[in-house]
């Protein structure tokens, strides 16, 4: 229930996320090196701070969800940037918000859920001429089985617990601060 009503309350924002975002050059095949290291320096931004937020209340997570902190995401983007350049990664905004289940579970829903995009990108990755030269793409990796296979057991490991009307209401509010901090960090350069 919890996941439906997130997808629901969010589709808004999230559509307009994914419309005002270099990763429409992805899909058309135009992206170049310096708009795609953009482009991951953006995505630094925001991951880092959404799982600095979660990883700094891990400890209110239950088990069922403590394997989806940590800086998986993260990680992937600075190898990735480190690749293109010694420009010092760029240093996110901290989030700030309770420390609450559902607060926990929205945010993890917006970073979680992007990597189910993140198949398609890396899809069409592999057919952008411009990028040819990279031997290996991290962040948009190209093992859909995995990313399928993690998405499918955070569904599992949030439908497992019993939320309360409350916990959905501030996992919508969380979802959608995470997407405003997506937007923000498209519209501004980062180098």
């Not at 979660?54 to 990680?75: Q, S, V, W």
């Not at 990735?80 to 010092?88: C, L, M, R, T």
């Not at 952008?128 to 955070?154: G, M, P, Q």
Request: aromatic content about 10%.
């Amino acid at each position: 229930m919890i996941l439906e009503h997130l997808k629901e309350k969010t589709k808004a924002i999230h559509d307009e996320v994914e419309e005002d975002n270099l990763t429409g050059f992805i899909m058309d095949g135009s992206i170049n090196q310096a708009q795609y290291e953009e482009l991951l320096r953006q995505n630094f931004s925001v991951y880092k701070a959404v799982e600095d937020f979660i990883n700094a209340r891990y400890d209110n997570l239950p088990d069922e969800l403590k394997p989806f902190a940590g800086y998986h995401k993260t990680n992937a983007l600075a190898k990735d940037i480190a690749g293109f350049s010694n420009f010092p990664l760029p240093q996110p905004t901290a989030i700030t918000g309770p420390r609450d289940l559902g607060t926990l579970v929205g945010a993890l829903y917006v970073i979680e859920g992007s990597m189910m995009g993140g198949m398609m990108m890396s899809k069409k990755l592999q057919s952008c001429e411009k990028l040819s030269h990279i031997e290996a793409h991290y962040f948009y990796n190209t093992d859909t089985k995995v990313a399928a296979a993690r998405w499918k057991s955070f569904k599992n490991a949030v439908q497992s617990y019993q939320f309360t009307n409350n916990d959905i209401e501030k996992a919508t509010a969380s979802a959608i601060h995470i997407f405003e901090h997506f937007k923000k960090a498209y519209k501004k350069p980062t180098m």
